[in-house]
């Protein structure tokens, strides 16, 4: 047998950084840095089906809301989309005060150019200029020396600064990325940042943005941590910059890259939620973020319903969160072993006996409430199939709140409608399908005409009489049934009327809207004779009259 050579020989370890007397290990995390989400402009370049308009304004809200105040919405040069949805967001009014628009383009004048026109009108904005400096992109990709890729960098600089002049009516930033940091000589990374600092005059006021990215995660994340720490006292006027970290996930630390650059001396992170991104990803904001509550430091980012935000950055991604994703993982909260669950369930115990909110539970790291969940609701929803972002569309546009197990059986009927269109579907699609498995009426075999109910006779007025006109199978017919409430009643007259036999497993109901224009939304599950599950949905302004088209609707599902 021919022994196979060893791979290792292709590759050199990465070189250590001349850095003496390092600060970073010893210091500790007491304050948020300046955040800056890049879901919208590199994560979405990394998606196989990036989003449409409509998904592009759903992830700028739930970034909003979740409290960015500097994101990154796109790459306005790439095309009339990005451009047209990026000047959409400044003319129709939807960037909220106090939240910071940024756009990246390659530092060419053309595209600078079209960059800050996609943001004229802005109050204010970023505009973010690159060029790759490392050994490997000067060689292989450009063919250039050092002196002429510190010129693309210097000539961007100057576009950045005359295309201000030409637009004053924003107050603009700029950002500069020498890109590739990560695998660049650093006195060189400096010298191009001095260059562009010395064209765009920052000061401690208004100071630029030098964004160090992992462009390529390369080494460990102790030695990019001291290539920030080195960058930092080797920068001139440092005092009239703020550090910028961009780190990617190749070696699976780009989370630990991140928070040790910040120790090092960074002031701002970049990321997506949940780590989307080119490759292997970038550093995931949730997870930097929510690290430092464990800290005792306030993160300044609201992720508090946490399973919001997982539906709609599914949705908007077509993409799921792993279950065993940082905090927000279906199952990161889940025990399965018999003394993991003893040990938590003794932790909450001890908890209710406690005089302080300190948080002290065996295994779990932070409190699920905290992120809108429970321990014990995690286990509901662990032990239920997944329910994917269709909900959450359906909740948000249509105000529907599905029962989880619904939810699973809904999502059935969409999977199949996806096959079969072979398309993203969208919210107007969810909806049509929600109606034609729950809501339609036409060519199902039990419509509701009208109704009435009535105490029963001797009953003890514990029994209902359902009396009702119902068309089935194309046909009016008059039926009734009697039970010891109104859903018993209409399921009795079904079953002498030729329909299944049922018994109610779950019901649950809630208003959708407000004051006079409220209506009732109800739903219920139910198990027939052999064992199956059939859900149901009605709406109505009567919430009566909403159970009683639920339980026709899950009828007409047998």
Known sequence: MTMLRDPSVKYSAFPQVPLTDRQWPTRVTTSAPIWL?????????????????????????????????????GFPSAGATEFDFISGLVKNGR????????????????????????LEGAKTAIVHVYNA???????????????????????????????????????????????????????????????????????????????????????TANIYADQIEYFCKNLPNRDRA?????????????????????LAGADRVEGCLFGNGERTGNTCLVTVALNMYTQ???PRLDFSNIDEVIQTVEYCNNLPVHPRHPYGGELVYTAFSGSHQDAIKKGFAARER???????????????????????????????????????????????????KMQASFSHVVQALADQTSRELGAEDIWHAFEGQYLATEAKRFQLVDWSETHAAGSGGTDRIF???????????????????????????????????MDIVDY?????????????????ECRTADGRSLFGCGLDTDVATASVRAILSAANGA
């Open 242 to 262: 703020i550090i910028s970290l961009h780190t990617h996930n190749d070696r699976g630390t780009g989370v630990a890259a991140a928070e040790l650059g910040l």
């Open 467 to 501: 009396a009702g006109k119902l068309t089935i199978d194309g046909m009016q017919r008059s039926v009734s049934g009697r039970g010891n409430g109104l859903m018993s009643s209409v399921i009795a007259a079904l079953s002498e009327s030729g329909g299944p036999v």
């Open 354 to 404: 406690q005089n302080d909110e300190r948080w002290e539970v065996p295994y779990l790291p932070i409190d699920p409430a905290d992120l809108g969940r429970s321990y014990e609701a995690v286990i509901r929803v662990n032990s239920q199939s997944g329910k994917g972002g269709v909900a959450w569309v359906l909740e948000q546009d249509k105000g529907l709140k599905l029962p989880k």
């Open 37 to 73: 989400s890049t879901d919208m402009r590199d994560g979405n370049q990394s998606l196989i089906d990036p989003m449409d308009a409509e998904k592009k304004a759903r992830f700028f809200d739930l970034l909003v809301k979740c409290g960015f105040k500097e994101i990154e919405v």
């Open 508 to 524: 649950s109901e809630h208003a959708i809207g407000q004051g006079s224009n409220v209506q009732a939304a109800a739903y219920v």
């Open 133 to 219: 400096v490392s050994p490997a992109w000067r060689k292989i990709v450009f063919g250039m020396e050092m002196d002429e890729i510190k010129g693309i960098a210097i000539e961007g600089a100057k576009q950045l600064r005359d295309n201000a002049a030409r637009l004053p009516g924003t107050d603009w930033r700029f950002e500069y990325s020498p890109e590739t940091f990560s695998t660049a000589e650093l006195d060189f990374s400096i010298e191009v940042c001095e260059a562009v600092m010395d064209i765009l005059q920052p000061t401690t006021d208004k100071p630029i943005i030098l964004n160090l990215p992992a462009t390529v995660e390369a080494s």
């Open 95 to 118: 960037i909220p005060e106090g939240v910071t628009p940024q756009v990246l383009t390659q530092s060419r004048a053309d595209l600078i150019r079209t960059s800050f026109d996609s």
């Open 296 to 298: 005792g430091v306030d």
